[in-house]
Structure formats: structure tokens, C-alpha cells
């Protein structure tokens, strides 16, 4: 019971999916940071998705300071600005995508490439040990619990140290 | 209308979704390659996911490669074992967490590290350009569609290339 409430209160991972790991929400990230859009109706259009699901996204999104809500001085119009909060997602589409092209690709080969904007060479996640500077196979990569996460997952008391 | 239907069915990252993306998936995914779950039950416990739920899940996983389901031959039970392509979410699951890391952290600091089996340094993603070696930040990396779906984008035409 502790275990369960604070693996999914405390894990990384599972608070970045409390943010966006609804259905869309890693959608509607990559259209605005890898295709530029800050409109409601491209969103909605590029995305096929209903409308009030989308207002139910960007206004968490907003909340949550992935994306900022603006007027465009020019048109009048509300923008969904994405942040820096929200542009540090880009890893996490790269990496959905790595594995897509690898696992469930098209049979024309990758649709999308990420580069290197300027060199234009193309950008891979490449895992890399900060201690040896080699880098691990999936296989070759574990977690480790901090010392305060490991007392409270096994006793309920927080760590001294 | 085309765009949408290509850009839904082809992009890798939104195919991977597609795949991982329902809620749960990746909490079930990142406790059978981080902490060796095998069990229904110990899926059950931790994730405390409704059983229904967690057997949907499962089966899906089943279904599309990323669990195996076998008979653990010494106690006759149910065990659902990751495979490789399971295994190559790891990189997502780590994504995920350097971005809870920075963005949604814990005031006690982060509950978990990834570690280089053996040599034990720590493990990041390190977006790296594989034209000139550099690690672009996030506003260096930009996305490059493929010739021919830009092409599918733009006419509905396969290319000839």
C-alpha cells in the first residue's frame, strides 16, 4: 500500500505521464514544437480530435505550464505558446519515435528524421554512462533507487541523510 | 483530411502511442524491465491498477510482441515475460523521467537513477548529431519529413523515388 502510493507519487516517470500521458497530450506537444503550431484550429485540424477534448488538453497543458496562453497583438487570436517546460518534451517524442521506427515502422522507412538544425545531420538519444563514457545497451541499463526512496518504500520513514 | 489520416497512421512516435500510450502501459512496461515483475499479481500490487484493466493491458501487450505470456514450469503459473521489444522501451521510460527530473521533481531529489550495469556510472540520453558529434539542445533539434511523405502530405501521390 505505502509502496504503491509512493512509486506512483514519487516516480519520474509516472509524474511526466500525471502531465502528458492522457491520449493527445504527446500529440499536440509534437505538432507544436516540431511543426510550429500555436492556433487552436491546427491543432484541431492536423489532429482530427474534438474540440472539447483539445480545450480539455491545452487548458491542463496551460495549467501546467507546458504551454502559455497568448492574444496575438495582430490578429486578436488566442496562441498556445509552447514553453521551455514543454519544448524539454522533445526527447520524449524522439525517443516514441526511435522506437516506432524500429518496432511498428512503415515499410517506406522513417517518415520523420530529427536534425541538427544548421549541420542538418541527423540526432539520435544516444544512452551514455557519465562514469565510463561508453554507451549501455537497453540490456546494460538498471534503475537505482535514491537511499531516502529505498527507506521509504521499505519502512515508511524518511531518510536521515 | 489526408494529411490527418497519414499523419496519424504514419508518424512512428504516434504508431508507438498507439501501441504504449494507453494509460498504465508504460507504468507496466518500466516495472517488468526496471524491476523484473513477471507476475500478475506483483503488477497488480504495485501499479494497484483494476484487475480488468491490468488483464487488457496485458493481453494487448501480448498480442503486439512487447510480453511473452508463458507457464512458469515450477509453480504452473502465468508469467509474462518482456521481450526485446519491450525491453527497447527502456529509452522512453528514461525520457520520461529526466523530464519528471527536471520539470515535476520531488523536493527530496531524484527517487531513481538510471545506472551502466557493472561500471555503475550514471546513464543519461544524450541527444548526439551523428554528422559533426555535437549534443544539439532541444531548440537545435528540428524534424525533417521523409521525401516521400511529403509527397503523400502534399498530393496523396506515393513517390516514384
Tied chains: 1, 2.
Excluded at 515502422?105 to 520523420?112: E, H, L, V
Excluded at 541538427?116 to 540490456?139: A, E, F, I, Q, Y
Aim: aromatic share 8%; glycine share 8%; proline share 4%.
Amino acid at each position: 500500500m505505502l509502496g504503491r502510493l509512493y512509486e506512483s507519487e514519487i516516480c519520474s516517470a509516472a509524474r511526466t505521464l500525471e502531465v502528458a500521458g492522457e491520449r493527445w497530450s504527446l500529440l499536440i506537444v509534437r505538432n507544436a514544437v516540431f511543426a510550429g503550431m500555436t492556433r487552436f484550429t491546427d491543432f484541431q485540424r492536423s489532429l482530427g480530435i474534438a474540440p472539447n477534448v483539445l480545450t480539455k488538453r491545452l487548458n491542463e497543458f496551460v495549467a501546467e505550464g507546458v504551454f502559455e496562453l497568448r492574444v496575438d497583438p495582430a490578429s486578436g487570436k488566442d496562441e498556445y505558446v509552447i514553453t521551455q517546460k514543454g519544448l524539454d518534451l522533445k526527447p520524449v517524442i524522439v525517443a516514441l519515435t526511435e522506437w516506432g521506427d524500429k518496432w511498428v515502422a512503415d515499410s517506406r522507412g522513417k517518415p520523420i528524421s530529427y536534425v541538427h538544425d544548421g549541420c542538418t545531420g541527423t540526432v539520435s538519444l544516444v544512452p551514455t554512462c557519465t562514469k565510463c563514457g561508453s554507451h549501455p545497451t537497453n540490456r546494460q541499463l538498471r534503475a537505482r533507487l535514491a537511499r531516502w526512496f529505498q527507506d521509504l518504500r521499505n519502512g515508511g520513514a524518511a531518510t536521515k541523510a
